[in-house]
């Protein structure tokens, strides 16, 4: 397929033809763009954007934070995750004058690259996890998550987790995922008695901005992914987690170097992060670890895309001390539900 040359053809093309609120805000704001009008203002200076800085997603997600502060209640019957069922292709002549009564917020909502934490993929968590407490016969984890984001997967032992003749977690919380696994799933008990992570822009959740720039990204009609991170927020509220600001190498480099007792497990945990690294730091990380797992009880949890030739699914692959090379477990849908399991050692 030829690449979309314009900013109106990525913004026809991101979607194709679906019949939800994006894809037609989308159509919508592509006709705009064409024929001059307030799209091509708000867009000025990003016409020659690489294809990769999705511009189209920063200026759907700058509109979805005007809703989300209650600044256009005319949108709201539109959002799904809002509770609104109105026709999704009546949602442009709506939005226009919105959107031309925002023209520089907007334009400056261009500059917000998306970032999301997704919740989800806890889930891979916690199956590389089980195979790791297992192997290694240890129960109590400290977990090092380099690329965190705002830190919410670092919370999983405060999520509940509920599948065919399994569960884990506290019953009574409030982030539940369910059926979450396909394949046999055999719990571990552990505790987590150390926690952190690192990103080089760490999502703040104890700020209303962190906040809405997390819920932002997350697509309008997508109400479940927005209901678990609504839910993983107001626990992350009570007790946020730690997300230093750094890249994986640096940081890691440091955490790894701490002292810790030799009866904890450490857990370096990664999520859709290793492609944002420069190439550096990705072989600069894979040292640390084979270094780490010489050296302390270790285990190397990951749910990443291939590398390039086989970009999806995304794989979940785990390495422990003692083991000689890392197992694939199984593949995780991009937002972490589904794991479908391959293997269960
Ligand atoms: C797609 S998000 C995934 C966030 C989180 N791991 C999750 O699964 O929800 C990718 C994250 O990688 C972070 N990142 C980019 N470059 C990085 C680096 N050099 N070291 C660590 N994290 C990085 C981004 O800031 C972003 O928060």
Do not use: K
């Not at 917020?105 to 996890?129: D, F, I, W």
């Not at 539940?176 to 505790?191: S, W």
């Not at 750094?246 to 450490?266: F, K, N, Q």
């Not at 949890?301 to 794989?315: F, I, N, S, W």
Request: proline letters at 8%; a negative charge.
């Amino acid at each position: 397929m030829a690449e979309p040359r314009t900013l109106a053809d990525r913004m026809r093309r991101h979607f194709g033809d679906a019949d939800h609120v994006y894809a037609h805000l989308l159509h919508g704001m592509a006709a705009d763009w064409e024929a001059g009008g307030v799209v091509r203002e708000i867009c000025r200076g990003w016409e020659a954007a690489p294809a990769g800085a999705v511009v189209q997603l920063r200026l759907l997600a700058g509109l979805f934070r005007i809703v989300l502060t209650g600044r256009a209640p005319q949108l709201e019957p539109f959002y799904p995750c809002l509770g609104g069922t109105a026709p999704p292709g009546d949602v442009w002549p709506v939005a226009l004058p919105v959107v031309a009564a925002h023209v520089e917020e907007l334009h400056e909502a261009l500059a917000v690259a998306p970032q999301t934490n997704e919740v989800g993929r806890s889930t891979a968590l916690l199956v590389g996890l089980f195979v790791a407490v297992r192997r290694l016969g240890l129960r109590r984890v400290r977990l090092l998550e380099p690329g965190a984001s705002a830190g919410l997967n670092l919370l999983m032992d405060r999520f509940r987790f509920e599948g065919h003749g399994w569960n884990w977690g506290p019953p009574e919380s409030s982030v539940t995922l369910r059926e979450a696994v396909f394949g046999a799933v055999q719990p571990e008990d552990f505790t987590i008695v150390d926690r952190r992570g690192c990103d080089p822009a760490p999502v703040d959740v104890t700020s209303e901005q962190g906040r809405l720039r997390l819920r932002s990204f997350v697509w309008p009609f997508q109400v479940e992914r927005h209901e678990r991170l609504a839910a993983a927020l107001r626990l992350a509220a009570e007790d946020p987690p730690v997300v230093d600001r750094a890249g994986a190498a640096e940081w890691l480099a440091g955490r790894l170097d701490r002292p810790v007792d030799p009866g904890v497990l450490t857990v370096v945990w990664q999520s859709v992060t290793r492609q944002y690294w420069p190439a550096t730091d990705t072989a600069f990380v894979d040292g640390l670890i084979a270094d780490g797992l010489d050296r302390m009880p270790l285990a190397h949890v990951a749910m990443e895309y291939p590398q390039v030739g086989r970009p999806y699914p995304a794989e979940l692959v785990v390495r422990t001390t003692g083991s000689d090379a890392p197992t694939r477990l199984g593949t995780v849908a991009d937002h972490g539900i589904p794991v479908t399991l391959e293997c269960c050692p």
